[in-house]
Nanobody, 121 residues
Framework: QVQVVESGGGLVQPGGSLRLSCAVS????????MGWYRQAPGKERELVAG???????IFADSVKGRFTISRDNAKNTVYLQMNSLKPEDTAVYYCNAELLVIGVAGYRDYWGQGTQVTVSS
């Protein structure tokens, strides 16, 4: 009914860059906020960056100045540009979309399967 598909993860050296993409499709009436979360081994899932429908953004303190988030509403896609990557950024990154879906009452959160980001030399 709804597909949330991340791409762009991989292995990168410290100081490098990666761009994650998240494409959302399905029986969607409307989008609200979208965002990226991450979960490292042994840790809880945490918000990395979020963006509202009006493109207001929020970032975790640990990524401010290094990561940017953007969205293309025409393509139902959200992006996470990650620069100056550090080993502590290593985690599985998950896309989240707050959606109003045909046949479902109210906005609800939908998640992707996650994409691995590994920062290592």
């Amino acid at each position: 009914q709804v597909q949330v598909v991340e791409s762009g993860g991989g292995l990168v050296q410290p100081g490098g860059s990666l761009r994650l993409s998240c494409a959302v499709s399905g029986n969607i009436v409307s989008f609200n906020a979208m965002g990226w979360y991450r979960q490292a081994p042994g840790k809880e899932r945490e918000l990395v960056a979020g963006i509202t429908r009006e493109s207001r953004t929020i970032f975790a303190d640990s990524v401010k100045g290094r990561f940017t988030i953007s969205r293309d509403n025409a393509k139902n896609t959200v992006y996470l540009q990650m620069n100056s990557l550090k080993p502590e950024d290593t985690a599985v990154y998950y896309c989240n979309a707050e959606l109003l879906v045909i046949g479902v009452a109210g906005y609800r959160d939908y998640w992707g399967q996650g994409t691995q980001v590994t920062v290592s030399s």
